[in-house]
């Protein structure tokens, strides 16, 4: 699950909104700063609050536009937010969660929509399933597209960033700095997870053509 932001860039640095949460927003001094803050704005505005009546929206499917990165939410934040959602859509209280998944207690099914006690068992993910046929595990858990490196029009810059290393983000002048540099991530990521040398060079390849045709557009 991933949330969107809009960048800016300020003469003495960035600073960025939500597309899909109004409201949430932060700023820092540099790029590599301001993806962890709004990493950490992220996880804070849509953990704020304990009241099951909130609702926020899901993320919008959005496109490559100039100065937009998708940040991931935390899977224990994505599943209580998801699960809150399905609920509501079903016009289900939590009481009729609980009962529907045959917990036998309300608590047992409050602690999925909280954050800080969500982690279910496979048992409990099939009754979760079962109720709510459209629940999806692959839209909540952080995909293998952590390991590779985004590129990112902001202005004049290119900010390239790869989500598990935030600290390894860079900003460059020019659109082929920013692939060359979007290759060394990339290619070492590859290289840690695959022993075939020719394959991991393929790979690279292959990315960096992807990034290249976000780039254009």
Partial sequence: ????????????????????LQGCFTQAESFDSLLVNMDEALSIHLDETKDSELNFPLPDSVGNEKGI???????????????????????MTQKDAAEAMGFKGLFS?????????????????????SVFTEFSIDFIIRGSEREVAHIVQIDNEWGVFEENNYRQSSVHKSKDAALRAAKNISGKNILKSHANA???KNNVKAIVGSSKKAAKK
């Fill in 1 to 20: 699950m991933k949330y969107h932001f809009k960048i800016h860039k300020e003469e003495n640095g960035y600073w960025a909104e939500c597309v899909e």
């Fill in 109 to 129: 099914y409050q602690r999925l929509e909280s954050s800080k006690t969500s982690n279910p068992e496979l048992l409990t993910l099939d009754k979760i399933k």
């Fill in 69 to 91: 990165i998708g940040i991931s939410v935390k899977p224990s934040i994505a599943l209580a937010l998801m699960l809150r959602h399905l609920r509501k859509k079903h016009n």
């Fill in 198 to 200: 020719k394959i991991a």
